[in-house]
Protein backbone atom coordinates (compact mmCIF):
# COMPACT_ATOMS: atom_id res chain seq x y z
CA UNK A 1 0.00 0.00 0.00
CA UNK A 2 1.46 3.18 -0.99
CA UNK A 3 1.83 6.67 1.36
CA UNK A 4 -1.37 8.42 -0.86
CA UNK A 5 -2.94 5.42 -0.04
CA UNK A 6 -3.08 5.26 3.40
CA UNK A 7 -3.33 8.59 4.30
CA UNK A 8 -7.22 9.37 3.41
CA UNK A 9 -7.79 6.86 5.85
CA UNK A 10 -5.57 6.98 8.38
CA UNK A 11 -4.31 9.92 10.69
CA UNK A 12 -0.38 10.17 11.14
CA UNK A 13 0.77 7.54 13.66
CA UNK A 14 3.72 7.76 15.91
CA UNK A 15 5.54 4.61 16.79
CA UNK A 16 5.08 2.99 20.24
CA UNK A 17 7.12 3.55 23.17
CA UNK A 18 10.09 0.56 23.20
CA UNK A 19 10.00 -1.06 26.30
CA UNK A 20 11.99 -0.19 29.30
CA UNK A 21 14.04 -3.18 30.89
CA UNK A 22 13.44 -6.26 30.10
CA UNK A 23 9.78 -6.57 28.96
CA UNK A 24 7.50 -9.41 30.44
CA UNK A 25 6.07 -12.21 28.74
CA UNK A 26 2.70 -11.46 29.81
CA UNK A 27 0.52 -12.66 26.69
CA UNK A 28 -0.88 -9.12 26.23
CA UNK A 29 -1.22 -7.00 22.86
CA UNK A 30 0.59 -3.56 24.05
CA UNK A 31 3.92 -5.85 25.47
CA UNK A 32 4.37 -7.31 22.61
CA UNK A 33 4.16 -3.84 20.54
CA UNK A 34 6.44 -2.62 22.96
CA UNK A 35 8.89 -4.71 22.58
CA UNK A 36 8.71 -4.94 19.05
CA UNK A 37 9.45 -1.20 19.37
CA UNK A 38 12.64 -2.00 21.80
CA UNK A 39 14.19 -4.69 19.15
CA UNK A 40 13.80 -2.58 16.45
CA UNK A 41 16.27 0.11 18.80
CA UNK A 42 18.94 -2.46 20.12
CA UNK A 43 18.67 -5.38 18.12
CA UNK A 44 21.53 -4.81 14.51
CA UNK A 45 19.41 -7.36 12.33
CA UNK A 46 15.97 -6.38 13.62
CA UNK A 47 16.90 -1.88 12.91
CA UNK A 48 18.31 -2.87 9.17
CA UNK A 49 14.74 -4.23 8.44
CA UNK A 50 12.69 -2.51 6.16
CA UNK A 51 8.68 -3.92 4.73
CA UNK A 52 10.51 -5.25 1.38
CA UNK A 53 13.43 -7.35 2.75
CA UNK A 54 10.59 -8.87 5.22
CA UNK A 55 8.47 -10.30 2.52
CA UNK A 56 10.12 -13.59 2.32
CA UNK A 57 9.92 -13.94 5.62
CA UNK A 58 6.36 -14.00 5.75
CA UNK A 59 5.74 -15.90 3.36
CA UNK A 60 7.80 -18.88 5.12
CA UNK A 61 6.18 -18.24 8.46
CA UNK A 62 2.72 -18.55 6.37
CA UNK A 63 3.94 -22.15 5.10
CA UNK A 64 5.54 -23.66 8.21
CA UNK A 65 2.05 -22.30 10.12
CA UNK A 66 0.53 -24.70 7.08
CA UNK A 67 3.18 -27.63 7.70
CA UNK A 68 2.61 -27.36 11.61
CA UNK A 69 -1.17 -27.57 10.83
CA UNK A 70 -0.66 -31.00 8.90
CA UNK A 71 1.62 -32.46 11.54
CA UNK A 72 -1.05 -31.26 14.01
CA UNK A 73 1.11 -30.87 16.79
CA UNK A 74 -0.24 -28.17 19.44
CA UNK A 75 2.89 -26.50 20.43
CA UNK A 76 4.22 -26.32 17.13
CA UNK A 77 1.04 -24.78 15.65
CA UNK A 78 0.93 -22.21 18.62
CA UNK A 79 4.68 -21.25 17.77
CA UNK A 80 4.38 -20.89 13.98
CA UNK A 81 1.30 -18.67 14.67
CA UNK A 82 3.13 -16.51 17.03
CA UNK A 83 5.69 -16.09 14.09
CA UNK A 84 2.94 -14.82 11.76
CA UNK A 85 1.67 -12.67 14.24
CA UNK A 86 5.23 -11.36 14.41
CA UNK A 87 5.30 -10.42 11.15
CA UNK A 88 2.08 -8.46 11.45
CA UNK A 89 3.52 -6.57 14.31
CA UNK A 90 6.96 -6.13 12.68
CA UNK A 91 5.47 -4.53 9.70
CA UNK A 92 2.93 -2.10 11.58
CA UNK A 93 6.02 -0.97 13.60
CA UNK A 94 7.61 -0.01 10.42
CA UNK A 95 5.02 1.85 9.06
CA UNK A 96 4.36 3.61 12.43
CA UNK A 97 8.05 4.50 12.14
CA UNK A 98 7.09 6.29 8.90
CA UNK A 99 4.62 8.23 10.43
CA UNK A 100 1.93 6.06 7.82
CA UNK A 101 -0.52 3.84 9.94
CA UNK A 102 0.16 1.15 13.39
CA UNK A 103 -1.17 -1.49 14.59
CA UNK A 104 -4.32 0.01 15.88
CA UNK A 105 -5.38 0.95 12.85
CA UNK A 106 -4.61 -2.22 11.28
CA UNK A 107 -7.12 -3.87 13.41
CA UNK A 108 -9.80 -1.11 13.78
CA UNK A 109 -9.71 -1.91 9.68
CA UNK A 110 -10.12 -5.66 10.02
CA UNK A 111 -13.10 -4.77 12.34
CA UNK A 112 -14.66 -2.69 10.29
CA UNK A 113 -14.55 -5.26 6.99
CA UNK A 114 -15.45 -8.18 9.22
CA UNK A 115 -18.68 -5.91 10.26
CA UNK A 116 -19.27 -4.48 6.51
CA UNK A 117 -18.86 -7.98 4.86
CA UNK A 118 -21.39 -10.04 7.75
CA UNK A 119 -24.63 -7.88 7.39
CA UNK A 120 -26.09 -11.38 7.86
CA UNK A 121 -24.80 -11.21 11.56
CA UNK A 122 -25.09 -8.07 12.84
CA UNK A 123 -27.71 -6.67 10.56
CA UNK A 124 -31.46 -7.59 10.48
CA UNK A 125 -30.31 -9.61 6.90
CA UNK A 126 -31.55 -12.93 6.85
CA UNK A 127 -28.77 -15.50 4.53
CA UNK A 128 -30.20 -18.90 4.73
CA UNK A 129 -26.81 -20.48 3.81
CA UNK A 130 -23.34 -20.51 3.11
CA UNK A 131 -24.02 -19.67 -1.02
CA UNK A 132 -25.84 -16.86 0.54
CA UNK A 133 -23.55 -15.94 2.79
CA UNK A 134 -20.77 -16.15 -0.14
CA UNK A 135 -22.59 -14.37 -2.67
CA UNK A 136 -23.89 -11.03 -0.43
CA UNK A 137 -19.30 -11.55 0.57
CA UNK A 138 -19.00 -11.08 -3.28
CA UNK A 139 -21.20 -8.13 -3.46
CA UNK A 140 -19.98 -6.06 -0.96
CA UNK A 141 -16.43 -6.49 -1.97
CA UNK A 142 -17.41 -5.44 -5.70
CA UNK A 143 -18.73 -2.19 -3.74
CA UNK A 144 -15.53 -1.95 -2.19
CA UNK A 145 -13.66 -2.23 -5.21
CA UNK A 146 -16.04 0.61 -7.24
CA UNK A 147 -15.28 2.83 -4.10
CA UNK A 148 -11.75 2.53 -4.82
CA UNK A 149 -11.82 2.77 -8.41
CA UNK A 150 -13.65 5.85 -7.62
CA UNK A 151 -10.14 6.56 -5.39
CA UNK A 152 -8.56 6.28 -9.57
CA UNK A 153 -7.45 2.65 -8.91
CA UNK A 154 -9.65 0.90 -11.17
CA UNK A 155 -9.34 -2.96 -10.85
CA UNK A 156 -8.94 -5.70 -14.29
CA UNK A 157 -10.74 -8.88 -13.87
CA UNK A 158 -7.62 -10.38 -13.13
CA UNK A 159 -6.37 -7.86 -10.67
CA UNK A 160 -8.72 -9.44 -8.28
CA UNK A 161 -6.00 -12.29 -8.07
CA UNK A 162 -5.28 -13.54 -4.25
CA UNK A 163 -1.91 -13.19 -3.88
CA UNK A 164 -0.16 -16.29 -2.76
CA UNK A 165 1.80 -18.83 -4.21
CA UNK A 166 2.47 -19.58 -7.88
CA UNK A 167 -0.38 -22.42 -7.68
CA UNK A 168 -2.84 -20.56 -5.79
CA UNK A 169 -2.31 -17.56 -7.88
CA UNK A 170 -2.88 -20.07 -11.07
CA UNK A 171 -5.83 -21.46 -9.11
CA UNK A 172 -7.43 -18.16 -8.41
CA UNK A 173 -6.90 -16.57 -11.67
CA UNK A 174 -8.65 -19.34 -13.57
CA UNK A 175 -11.82 -19.16 -11.54
CA UNK A 176 -11.75 -15.34 -12.55
CA UNK A 177 -11.67 -16.22 -15.97
CA UNK A 178 -14.27 -18.79 -15.92
CA UNK A 179 -16.54 -16.75 -14.24
CA UNK A 180 -16.54 -15.01 -17.85
CA UNK A 181 -16.97 -18.18 -19.66
CA UNK A 182 -12.78 -18.54 -20.48
CA UNK A 183 -13.13 -21.99 -19.82
CA UNK A 184 -13.78 -25.70 -20.60
CA UNK A 185 -16.93 -27.22 -20.09
CA UNK A 186 -15.63 -30.16 -18.11
CA UNK A 187 -12.75 -31.93 -16.93
CA UNK A 188 -11.84 -33.89 -20.42
CA UNK A 189 -10.85 -30.46 -22.21
CA UNK A 190 -8.56 -29.17 -19.16
CA UNK A 191 -7.17 -32.97 -19.13
CA UNK A 192 -6.62 -32.94 -22.60
CA UNK A 193 -4.60 -29.81 -22.20
CA UNK A 194 -2.59 -31.13 -19.49
CA UNK A 195 -1.66 -34.00 -22.10
CA UNK A 196 -0.51 -31.42 -24.31
CA UNK A 197 1.61 -29.35 -22.34
CA UNK A 198 3.13 -32.73 -20.99
CA UNK A 199 4.01 -33.73 -24.97
CA UNK A 200 5.50 -30.35 -25.29
CA UNK A 201 7.67 -30.92 -22.39
CA UNK A 202 8.86 -34.20 -23.29
CA UNK A 203 10.07 -33.32 -27.23
CA UNK A 204 12.39 -30.93 -25.79
CA UNK A 205 13.83 -32.85 -22.81
CA UNK A 206 16.99 -34.58 -24.63
CA UNK A 207 16.77 -37.89 -25.18
CA UNK A 208 20.43 -38.52 -23.31
CA UNK A 209 19.48 -36.81 -20.85
CA UNK A 210 22.08 -34.71 -20.73
CA UNK A 211 20.42 -31.52 -19.54
CA UNK A 212 24.18 -29.71 -18.63
CA UNK A 213 24.76 -29.66 -22.32
CA UNK A 214 21.22 -27.39 -22.94
CA UNK A 215 21.51 -24.32 -24.90
CA UNK A 216 20.42 -20.98 -22.82
CA UNK A 217 17.04 -21.04 -25.28
CA UNK A 218 16.19 -24.41 -25.06
CA UNK A 219 16.46 -23.88 -21.39
CA UNK A 220 14.11 -20.94 -21.35
CA UNK A 221 11.85 -22.89 -23.54
CA UNK A 222 11.75 -25.72 -20.75
CA UNK A 223 10.90 -23.54 -18.05
CA UNK A 224 7.73 -22.06 -20.17
CA UNK A 225 6.88 -25.70 -20.93
CA UNK A 226 7.47 -26.85 -17.10
CA UNK A 227 4.76 -23.49 -16.61
CA UNK A 228 2.70 -24.67 -18.74
CA UNK A 229 2.20 -28.20 -17.43
CA UNK A 230 2.21 -26.32 -13.52
CA UNK A 231 -0.77 -24.52 -14.89
CA UNK A 232 -2.60 -27.23 -16.90
CA UNK A 233 -2.46 -29.38 -14.10
CA UNK A 234 -4.03 -26.70 -11.75
CA UNK A 235 -6.59 -26.32 -14.18
CA UNK A 236 -7.35 -29.73 -13.88
CA UNK A 237 -7.41 -29.88 -10.16
CA UNK A 238 -9.82 -26.37 -10.20
CA UNK A 239 -12.18 -28.76 -12.37
CA UNK A 240 -11.81 -31.35 -10.12
CA UNK A 241 -13.05 -28.98 -6.94
CA UNK A 242 -9.41 -29.74 -5.58
CA UNK A 243 -7.42 -26.71 -4.28
CA UNK A 244 -3.81 -27.31 -6.03
CA UNK A 245 -1.76 -26.06 -3.28
CA UNK A 246 -3.89 -28.16 -0.45
CA UNK A 247 -2.91 -30.87 -2.72
CA UNK A 248 0.35 -30.37 -3.31
CA UNK A 249 1.45 -29.64 0.16
CA UNK A 250 -0.29 -32.70 1.29
CA UNK A 251 2.19 -34.60 -1.45
CA UNK A 252 4.87 -32.74 0.23
CA UNK A 253 4.08 -33.78 3.96
CA UNK A 254 3.47 -37.33 2.64
CA UNK A 255 6.54 -37.55 0.85
CA UNK A 256 8.38 -36.19 4.19
CA UNK A 257 7.02 -38.81 6.10
CA UNK A 258 7.82 -41.20 3.86
CA UNK A 259 11.12 -40.66 3.83
CA UNK A 260 11.70 -39.80 7.85
CA UNK A 261 10.29 -43.42 7.93
CA UNK A 262 13.56 -44.68 5.77
CA UNK A 263 15.91 -42.79 7.89
CA UNK A 264 14.10 -43.75 11.05
CA UNK A 265 14.30 -47.81 9.99
CA UNK A 266 18.15 -47.56 8.54
CA UNK A 267 19.24 -46.25 11.97
CA UNK A 268 17.15 -49.11 13.90
CA UNK A 269 19.62 -51.21 12.17
CA UNK A 270 22.63 -49.42 12.21
CA UNK A 271 22.44 -48.09 8.57
CA UNK A 272 21.79 -44.61 7.34
CA UNK A 273 20.51 -43.06 3.88
CA UNK A 274 24.15 -42.19 2.91
CA UNK A 275 25.66 -46.07 3.61
CA UNK A 276 22.49 -47.87 1.61
CA UNK A 277 21.09 -47.59 -1.97
CA UNK A 278 18.22 -47.60 -3.77
CA UNK A 279 16.89 -50.75 -3.82
CA UNK A 280 16.99 -51.04 -0.06
CA UNK A 281 15.31 -47.68 0.10
CA UNK A 282 12.95 -48.22 -2.55
CA UNK A 283 11.62 -51.56 -0.38
CA UNK A 284 11.21 -49.44 3.19
CA UNK A 285 9.51 -46.98 1.02
CA UNK A 286 6.76 -49.40 0.24
CA UNK A 287 7.12 -50.75 3.72
CA UNK A 288 6.07 -46.61 4.47
CA UNK A 289 2.71 -46.92 2.25
CA UNK A 290 1.74 -49.62 3.92
CA UNK A 291 2.12 -48.27 7.15
CA UNK A 292 -0.34 -44.90 6.21
Known amino acids: MSNSAVTPYFKTAHAPAPAVGTPPASGQMSDLIALMARLRIDCPWDKKQDNHSL???????VYELVDAIQD????????ELGDVLLQVVFHCQLYAEQGRFDFKDVVQTLQEKLIRRHPHVFDAENLPDKDAVKARWDEIKAMEQAARAKRGKPRRTLDATKAGSALMQAQDMQKQASKLGFDWDGVAGAVEKLDEEIDELKALIPADDKTDTLSADTRRALEKELGDCFFALVNVARKLDFDAEAAALTCVHKFKSRFSHIETQLTAKGSSVAASNLAEMEALWQDAKRHE
Request: net charge negative; hydrophobic share 35%.
Open 72 to 79: NDDEDIAG
Open 55 to 61: IPYALEE
